[in-house]
């Protein structure tokens, strides 16, 4: 990605200029983006390899999926602390709901989330501190 974002720079009628695009090809955008990314991918190693038909022809199929960077944007802002309405802006996701369905909880969230369950209980004191609670007996 870094290789791709310093390609920006294009020269166009002896003249440098920034191009917005990361992919593209002389500054003018991609003709088939999903074609560019299998080839980017395959190209960092990134896929693996199938069979395609009976002679034995092998595709080589990409690991990663473009939309997967918009998914482990969501999810590292989030566990970065990044406020969820502040990360939505930035995803530009419309509603919770869908942006909910892209942080992705995984065994380690779990996993850290009761070890921070465990603390807390653990630190809470053990003797009462503040007037015994009242028993209501036939209420």
Known sequence: ???RWTARLVERAGTMHVTDRVFHREGQ???DF????????VTAGLFHVVVADAAGTEKKIPDRLFHDLRRTAVRN?????VDPAVAMK????RTRAV???YNIIS???LRVAMQRTSYYVDTL???RTGPALLRSVGR
Do not use: L, N, Q, Y
């Open 99 to 101: 942006f909910d369905r």
């Open 77 to 81: 802002m989030i566990r970065a602390g």
């Open 107 to 109: 065994e380690d969230d």
């Open 34 to 41: 999903r074609k560019a990314w299998a080839s980017a991918c």
């Open 90 to 93: 930035i995803s530009e996701h």
């Open 125 to 127: 004191p053990t003797t």
């Open 1 to 3: 990605m870094e290789r």
């Open 29 to 31: 955008p991609v003709g």
